[in-house]
């Protein structure tokens, strides 16, 4: 018996897997299957169960690493195969998708056409092993492997004795190969075809390979633990839907009653099961009952579904968290500093631009969410942003949704702002396919929503504010801190400053240097800005001329704790720290007011952070 892995081994998840397995471990109902001589070898004891979420989380119990053969399993896959191999058109011609209540082996057409009834019994799954491209039997059962090797993440190998053992007695598969090709839905020979087939059910796994297997299809086609697409996206329905209808063979009606997600079991004694979306759960356990289902198997899925509440048709609506985070420009800034009056006009005039912070997987029910909220404030808004940064997925009718939002808004007269897009790629290529010549001017997109605020700030200061990055330098009378200084205290503070020039990208302060000066911008911007723990830099502030920075290193004497660069061409009048000390004997009005301004600078900023922190409420 092998124990739950180390990393999961404290969760109560895994606890409950292990004490599913401890409840059932006795119940030794059923039969192995022996039309199949090699299967009745099976030790009736085997008992694995294994549960994979699409976060790549595996928990399991019992006997999950013990090889069997994957069986009736393979089914599903295979027809997944099939899909991506030939037009759906095709596909559907030689194969239909209605559930019969017959078991997995009656030889079973539909009257007319000869078209087995779906693909998880015997008749339609050797039809569509017919379907699989490839000009040799090897390439194709190559092939085959591959997929399902993708699918649980490790390489696959078939079981050659079970192998030998169901080809040495599948006379009734044969049988139907020859009906099939009688036909026409086999268009060729049949013996290479059901030999492949034969094949594929002989396939070896585990039930922890079938639950990563079953996660698989649960995350559209993406192997969880290592993010391979084993079969493309657009398939994974097709394969689920067939498995929800016809995958529990002449049960399938009683299992979506009582456990309410796709599944598949195999005569070996596998089952798995798709909570799509969610997980993937694998059991393996030899002795059938008289559908030819695992009796272990059935009950743990049963438990499970009702224990953790993972019937389909029992989903609970996760719609409203799809906003996590809404805010107005009056609210929060950008790390741009702005003067006392840009700062008051952009709170009074703020709540026209709001930032919208979107979160999880966007489809319609959730993007109408955000429909519903932008165009109830939509009256009062000039600016919207939609900020992606936490959004998991897109799918196409939300881009769709978006895009159109995106119109009318662009009717009025209202741009629509995006920020983190490369966390929504598809969201970017829809809108390029749509938008197309007038993409660029329309899609508006920004880094972060530093960015996008800065550009809105601007937009609404233009309208009333002067720019303040004129050429010319500011003269130090302007400087915030000497506010309030007569022209002779002015004239005494400026003969103590040394004027430095700093090209753009320059670095002016140096992450732990020593403090030695306060600076004074005369002309041109600069940005303070730490290293993020992921090793991207983060801006905390935009200086224009006028502005001081390094006044905290003037206050606290500490080494700088942020790098300061020119973003333009800068001139910086610097302030030394024994100068300023020397103030204190000399003028000690001048110094006071250089305090008290700095003093209130330093407000200024804790206010700005204490509003935003009321908005961000972490
Ligand atoms: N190889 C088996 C057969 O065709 C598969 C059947 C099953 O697992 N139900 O008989």
């Known amino acids: 018996m092998i124990a739950g892995c180390a990393s999961a081994a404290a969760s109560p998840i895994q606890d409950y897997l292990q004490e599913l397995h401890g409840r059932y471990l006795d119940l030794d109902e059923g039969k192995a299957a022996t039309y199949i001589p090699e299967l009745a070898k099976a030790n009736p004891g085997w008992f694995g169960i294994s549960l994979a979420t699409t976060d790549g989380h595996v928990y399991e119990a019992g006997d999950a690493r013990q090889p069997f053969t994957i069986q009736s399993i393979s089914k599903p896959f295979v027809y ?40 998880m019994i015997n008749a339609g799954a050797i039809a569509a092993a017919g379907l699989i491209a490839g000009k040799s039997p090897q390439t194709r059962l190559r092939r085959m492997l591959e997929m399902f090797s993708r699918y649980a993440g490790e390489e696959v190998f078939c079981d050659e004795a079970v192998y030998r053992s169901e080809s040495e007695t599948g006379h009734r598969n044969r049988a139907i190969g020859h009906m099939l090709r009688s036909f026409d839905i086999l268009a060729e020979a049949p013996d290479s075809i059901v030999d492949l087939y034969f094949k594929q059910c002989s396939v070896s796994v585990t039930s922890r390979q079938l639950a990563v297997m079953a996660a698989t299809l649960a995350n559209r086609g993406v192997n969880p633990l290592t993010r391979q697409q084993a079969i493309r996206g657009e398939y994974v329905e097709s394969i689920l839907s067939v498995m929800g209808s016809c995958g529990m063979y002449d049960y399938a009606g009683e299992w979506l009653y009582r456990v309410g997600m796709p599944a598949k079991s195999g005569v070996a004694g596998g089952v798995i099961a798709v909570l799509p979306g969610r997980l993937g759960i694998g059991v393996f356990s030899p002795l059938l009952d008289g559908h030819g289902n695992s009796v272990r198997g059935l009950r743990v899925c049963e438990e499970l579904s009702r224990y953790f509440d993972l019937h389909l048709f029992n989903t609970p609506h996760a719609s409203k968290s799809v906003i996590r985070l809404q805010f107005s420009l009056a609210e929060v800034n950008s790390n741009r500093v702005r003067t006392p009056p840009e700062a008051e006009a952009l709170r009074v005039r703020g709540a026209a631009v709001r930032v919208y912070q979107l979160q999880g997987n966007l489809f319609m029910p959730t993007a109408e969410v955000v429909l519903h909220e932008v165009m109830a404030a939509l009256a009062g808004l000039r600016v919207v942003v939609l900020d992606l940064k936490h959004v998991l997925s897109i799918n196409e009718s939300a881009s769709r949704l978006l895009y159109q939002l995106l119109l009318k808004l662009q009717g009025q007269g209202k741009p629509m702002l995006f920020t983190n897009i490369d966390r929504a790629p598809q969201l970017a290529r829809y809108l390029k396919a749509k938008l197309k010549a007038r993409f660029d001017s329309l899609f508006q997109a920004f880094d972060d929503n530093d960015a996008a605020l800065e550009w809105c700030e601007d937009c609404l200061l233009a309208e009333e504010c002067q720019p303040g990055d004129a050429g010319q330098p500011v003269a130090p009378a302007n400087y915030e801190p000497f506010a309030g200084l007569a022209p002779a205290e002015v ?12 090209q753009p990208g320059e670095v002016i302060i140096q992450f732990g240097a020593p403090a030695g000066e306060l600076f004074l ?22 200086f224009s001329a006028g502005m001081a920075f390094g006044e905290m290193a003037m206050l606290d004497r500490a080494p700088r704790s942020a790098v300061v660069t020119a973003d333009t061409e800068v001139e910086c009048d610097l302030l030394k720290v024994e100068d300023f000390d020397r103030l204190g004997e000399t003028h000690p009005r001048i110094k006071i007011l250089l305090l008290r301004n700095l003093a209130l600078g330093l407000s200024r900023k804790l206010r700005k952070a204490n509003r935003e922190i009321s908005v961000f409420d972490y």
């Open 80 to 119: 997944g195969l099939a899909l991506e191999d030939n037009t759906r058109a095709e596909v559907l011609k030689r194969i239909g998708v209605e559930p019969t209540g017959d078991a997995f082996n009656a030889i079973s057409l539909e009257a007319n056409t000869g078209r087995p009834r779906n693909p």
């Open 491 to 502: 004239a005494v503070a400026s003969a103590l400053l040394e004027r430095r020039k700093y």
């Open 521 to 542: 911008l005369a002309r041109g911007r600069a940005s303070v800005s730490v290293r993020l723990s992921g090793g991207a830099a983060k801006r905390l502030a935009t």
